[in-house]
């Protein structure tokens, strides 16, 4: 079918949920995504921090083509075997002894705010509130959209689901005010993404850490976008040397295939059954995929590769702001995010989109860069050439 053709259904068929240029992605490979047109895009947003090892990795492609010809699913009320030897190889490297397996970041942060509530009802005689934190971004889902810090999410779809506070990142004592007899559990982003990559110091994480044990609060990390070795570590929290009871994560962790777990302690193996599930949890397709990244991960050079593509990148956006409008450069591994003095994000990435570069802009000054964590020094070189030409001079 041609583009126009394509656009047509695009625009008469599709329930709109968000803007898209007039482009239909055909193919990807490595760092490259190809439209309907033949046009050739670098991808720097890597489907919003997803494509870990770029597109269509073999490791991927060669995991589902085994596992679809083995079993596609059989049913979430049996054991499959990659959904075990996942299970093990994924808590054997982490701080967490317990897995849930499902498909997207929102369920697997419903799944961590279910099991803090459990954790309220077994050991807090009821607490049920969770403190989370401004400009946060957990999901779309109803719960997941009352607990994020959007303002922008604040007066949608009401009534949402009631018993989230919202402190100020960064700031223990606005988050020391919201703490009471309710509450059951704080769960933030390490590195709130969609903000506009705004880190959390390491103090700030450490006395997070020694509140939520002197209160029996739960610690929950979103890892959504900064866990499956974008920071430079498998998981952010091993960056702050601190250990969360409960850890979601999704993006990154199927290299594009649909995935999300939440990991736990052993403690919060708590659940009864029936209160946690779904039909695709844990589907057989899925965790091959997962249990093929995760191996590539630990063994390919791949995390380390990214701590060295990070420091490139982080380098030339420090000596580029000396000449152009950039300021504020800031991340960690492949998660960078810089400020325009002069430039609105949006029309920046729609400047670099002509030039065949696709990076993203989460707030209005905000220019964040996720590439696949299998970047290359000439395709920095590539990004950069277009970066130059769309920058203003200071
Ligand atoms: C930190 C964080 N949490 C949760 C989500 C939601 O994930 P999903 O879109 O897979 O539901 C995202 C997505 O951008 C995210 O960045």
Known sequence: MDTRKLLQIANKKLLKVTNRPDIVIRKGKGMYLYDTEGNKYLDFVAGWAVNSLGHSPKEVANAIKKQAKTLVNASPAFFNEPMLEYADLITENSCFSRVFFCSIGAEANEGAIKLARKYGAVFKKGASDIITTRNSFHGRTLTTMAASGKTAFEKLFEPKT???????????????????????????????????????????????????????????????????????????????????????????????????????????????????????????????????????LLTGGVIENCSKMGSIIMNEL???????????????????GFDLQKTKGADFVNKCLKNGLLINAPQEKAVRLMPALTVREKEIAEMFTVLKKNLEKK
């Open 318 to 336: 420090n000596s580029l702001s000396k000449e152009y409008e950039i300021e504020n450069v800031r991340g960690m591994g492949l998660l960078i």
């Open 162 to 296: 009631k018993g989230f506070s919202k402190a100020k990142f960064n700031d223990i004592s606005s988050l020391k005010k919201l703490i009471t007899k309710q509450t059951c559990a704080v769960m933030l982003e390490p590195i709130q993404g969609e903000a506009g990559i705004n880190l959390a110091d390491r103090d700030y994480i450490k006395e997070l850490r020694n509140i939520c044990d002197k209160e029996n609060i739960l610690l929950i990390f979103d890892e959504i976008q900064t866990g499956m070795g974008r920071t430079g570590k498998l998981f952010c929290y091993e960056q702050y040397d601190v250990e969360p009871d409960i850890m979601t994560l999704a993006k990154g962790i199927g290299g594009g295939f649909p995935l999300a777990a939440v990991l736990a302690k052993e403690n919060l193996n708590i659940f009864e059954p029936g209160e946690q599930g779904g039909t695709y949890t844990a589907q057989p397709l899925a965790m091959a995929v997962g249990l093929a990244v995760l191996k590539k």
